[in-house]
């Protein structure tokens, strides 16, 4: 029987692997390497830095992580130890589209922001950027696309360089990986040199890894006015945040782009998938039995004498506003990873149900409640 180090906080894991294995559940900034002196895999998430330090001269033969970003993995010391490792690439991207369309969504109802007058850069165009260029699009926005690896294999003429997003943009979107070196290093993309380039008045949102995006710089940007607002899931430094800079944001959030229940069981499935197939340990097509669902799962809009666009936008917000998430934030910054394992339940757009909460008058249907309806429908809500 094989013996499994577990971060605690993984959800739908427990009682998973007990029949087949030994499992030892430990906080995932906590595991030491004395913890795997005799452990054969590793389970984590972001907060374990698995590298030599972690992991040298211990028996584990496999690590895996149920997130996308593998930025906590010493990848090439892995491959030259024989330590075999998987991520669950695309697990939580819905999720963090969920939180990129809560932001516009808010821009759009608060701040009366007009998406076919703003031009949105999308910085990374993988399987989250992606997403959120097709939400742009359904909205109306114009939209601009960074992605010097995809650019460089597709060859395509859809992407165009940072200097230009930075310059033309009303909101900057970051959704790359953290690399900290070599042709496509964003360590420190957005910085006080890319500042100058900034369109005055921009919006940035980074939901990405907080080193994609200078501190400082932000800081200075609020500070001068040439960003005007700032929208931070991710921080440099984590768990440990500047202050300052969340007493400057627009929004700030603990990390919990990707902490729908949705993309929680994705991560987790992925991960059992990995072990297992390594192992051999029957469960390669294990998914979790049940993921929670709010009591209520409609939504009821009231139509009349509202845009299509600010329909859609109610609509995103019944299901995700990170606004709540801002506020508990700003409430007890000191316990930003508390807040992190409580996140309240948040379920992705299929779960839930659009409904007219009025008849529209003497049964007519408007041209722009007819565009809603197709919009929220494209967008997986159930209509």
């Not at 930025?71 to 999720?95: Q, R």
């Not at 008849?359 to 429908?377: C, P, T």
Request: glycine share 6%; charged share 25%.
């Amino acid at each position: 029987m094989i013996k499994i180090i577990a971060d605690d906080n993984i959800p739908f894991l427990k009682g998973v692997f007990e029949p087949v294995a030994e499992v030892c559940y430990l906080q995932g900034a906590s595991i030491k390497r004395e913890n795997l002196k005799d452990a054969d895999a590793l389970i984590v998430r972001t907060r374990t830095q698995c590298n030599a330090d972690l992991l040298k001269n211990s028996p584990v033969q496999m690590v895996v992580t149920a997130t996308i970003g593998t930025d906590h993995f010493d990848i090439p010391w892995m491959n030259k130890a024989g330590i075999k490792w998987a991520n669950a690439p695309g697990c939580n991207s819905g999720s963090v589209y969920q939180y990129i369309a809560s932001a516009l969504a808010l821009l759009i109802i608060k701040e009366r922001m007009k998406p076919e007058k703003t031009t949105i850069g999308i910085v990374g165009v993988g399987m989250v950027g992606s997403k959120i260029e097709k939400l742009a699009h359904i909205l109306g926005m114009k939209v601009l696309l960074n992605d010097p690896p995809r650019q460089r294999k597709e060859k395509k003429n859809k992407f165009c360089t940072l200097k230009t997003i930075l310059h033309e943009s009303d909101i900057v979107t970051f959704h790359t990986p953290l690399k900290m070196s070599g042709e496509d290093a964003t360590f420190h993309l957005f910085n006080k040199n890319e500042l100058q380039d900034l369109k005055p008045g921009a919006i940035i949102i980074n939901s990405s890894r907080g080193e994609v995006t200078d501190s400082h710089a932000l800081l200075k940007g609020l500070n001068t006015g040439i960003i005007s607002r700032v929208v931070l899931d991710v921080w440099e430094n984590e768990p440990e945040i500047s202050l300052e800079l969340l007493n400057r944001v627009w929004i700030g959030t603990p990390h919990i782009a990707g902490y729908s229940a949705d993309g929680k069981a994705n991560g987790t499935m992925m991960a059992v998938r990995a072990i297992s197939r390594h192992f051999n340990l029957g469960m390669d097509n294990w998914q979790p039995v049940t993921v929670e669902v709010p009591d209520d799962t409609n939504i009821r809009i009231d139509f009349s004498g509202k845009t299509d666009v600010e329909i859609v936008a109610e609509a995103i917000l019944r299901t995700c506003n990170i606004l709540d998430d801002d506020v508990r934030l700003r409430a007890n910054p000191v316990q930003f990873e508390k807040q992190r394992g409580n996140y309240p339940l948040r379920r992705e757009f299929e779960t839930w149900k659009v409904l007219q909460k009025t008849e529209m008058n003497n049964g007519d249907v408007s041209a722009g409640f007819i565009k809603a309806w197709n919009m929220l429908d494209i967008l997986n809500f159930r209509v």
